[in-house]
C-alpha cells in the first residue's frame, strides 16, 4: 500500500513538473517575443480569446505599438503562478522607450493553459490592474 501511494505521488508530482516547465517554456518564448515586437511569433502560442485571433492581436499589438514608436523593450519580473490544474497566471513587467521618451514600467498579466498532451498556451497580455492602464505607474506590486 505503502509503495502504491509513493507512485502515485510520484507520477503526480511528475505531471506537474512537466507541466510547469511547459508553461516556463511558454512564457519565456511568449515575452521573449513581445520584446522583440515579433507579434506573429508571439500569436503562435496564443490561444484566441476574448473575440482575438491570431490576426487581431497581430494588427493590434502592430497598431498600439508602432504608434507608440516602442523600443528597447526590457522584460523582467517574469513569474508563473498555477491558479488551478491547467491554469497559470503570467505576469511581467515591461520597460520599453516611445518618442516620448521611457516610459513608466508597464506591468503585464496573461493566462496560460497547460492541456494534457498539447502544450501549454498563453492567452493576449493584459494590464495587471486599472492603475497601470492609466498614466501613472503601478503600486500594486
Given at each position: 500500500?505503502?509503495?502504491?501511494?509513493?507512485?502515485?505521488?510520484?507520477?503526480?508530482?511528475?505531471?506537474?513538473?512537466?507541466?510547469?516547465?511547459?508553461?516556463?517554456?511558454?512564457?519565456?518564448?511568449?515575452t521573449?517575443?513581445?520584446?522583440?515586437?515579433?507579434?506573429?511569433?508571439?500569436?503562435?502560442?496564443?490561444?484566441?480569446?476574448q473575440?482575438?485571433?491570431?490576426?487581431?492581436?497581430?494588427?493590434?499589438?502592430?497598431?498600439?505599438?508602432?504608434?507608440?514608436?516602442?523600443?528597447?523593450?526590457?522584460?523582467?519580473?517574469?513569474?508563473?503562478?498555477?491558479?488551478?490544474?491547467r491554469?497559470?497566471?503570467?505576469?511581467?513587467?515591461?520597460?520599453?522607450?516611445?518618442?516620448?521618451?521611457?516610459?513608466?514600467?508597464?506591468?503585464?498579466?496573461?493566462?496560460?493553459?497547460?492541456?494534457?498532451?498539447?502544450?501549454?498556451?498563453?492567452?493576449?497580455?493584459?494590464?495587471?490592474?486599472?492603475?497601470?492602464?492609466?498614466?501613472?505607474?503601478?503600486?500594486?506590486?
Amino acid at each position: 500500500m505503502l509503495v502504491l501511494g509513493g507512485g502515485v505521488g510520484t507520477t503526480v508530482w511528475w505531471q506537474r513538473h512537466q507541466a510547469a516547465q511547459a508553461v516556463q517554456a511558454v512564457a519565456t518564448r511568449y515575452t521573449k517575443a513581445f520584446a522583440q515586437r515579433d507579434y506573429a511569433k508571439m500569436a503562435k502560442v496564443v490561444t484566441p480569446t476574448q473575440g482575438y485571433t491570431a490576426k487581431t492581436l497581430i494588427a493590434r499589438n502592430q497598431a498600439v505599438f508602432a504608434r507608440l514608436g516602442a523600443s528597447h523593450i526590457n522584460i523582467s519580473r517574469l513569474t508563473t503562478t498555477r491558479q488551478s490544474a491547467r491554469v497559470y497566471r503570467l505576469r511581467f513587467t515591461a520597460r520599453m522607450r516611445t518618442v516620448l521618451g521611457q516610459l513608466p514600467a508597464q506591468h503585464y498579466l496573461a493566462t496560460i493553459s497547460a492541456p494534457r498532451a498539447t502544450g501549454a498556451y498563453a492567452g493576449p497580455p493584459s494590464y495587471c490592474c486599472r492603475r497601470c492602464s492609466a498614466s501613472r505607474p503601478c503600486s500594486s506590486r
